[in-house]
């Protein structure tokens, strides 16, 4: 889970491969930011087929990463 640095947004893991993202301006009422990101191309992320362990937000706040780990070579 991580915190945007420059707005009321909050990155989280929504799930063994999805990524959620929610404004939490109203923490007693939370929205979802459109729907979670569940599909990956393998140019966005290539060998991206497993959990994902970690999220972060750019010092921006303008790019997301997560991570995950992966057998493929």
Do not use: C, K, M, T
């Given at each position: 889970m991580a915190f945007s640095?420059?707005?009321d947004s909050l990155l989280a893991i929504g799930g063994a491969n999805s990524?959620?993202?929610?404004d939490?301006?109203?923490?007693?009422?939370p929205v979802m930011v459109g729907d979670p990101i569940t599909e990956f191309s393998?140019?966005?992320?290539?060998?991206?087929?497993?959990?994902?362990?970690s999220v972060a937000f750019s010092p921006?706040?303008?790019t997301l990463a997560s991570s995950s780990f992966s057998n493929n070579s």
């Open positions: 640095p420059v707005n990524v959620v993202l929610w939490v301006s109203d923490p007693e009422q393998e140019a966005e992320l290539p060998l991206f087929n497993d959990y994902i362990y921006d706040g303008e």
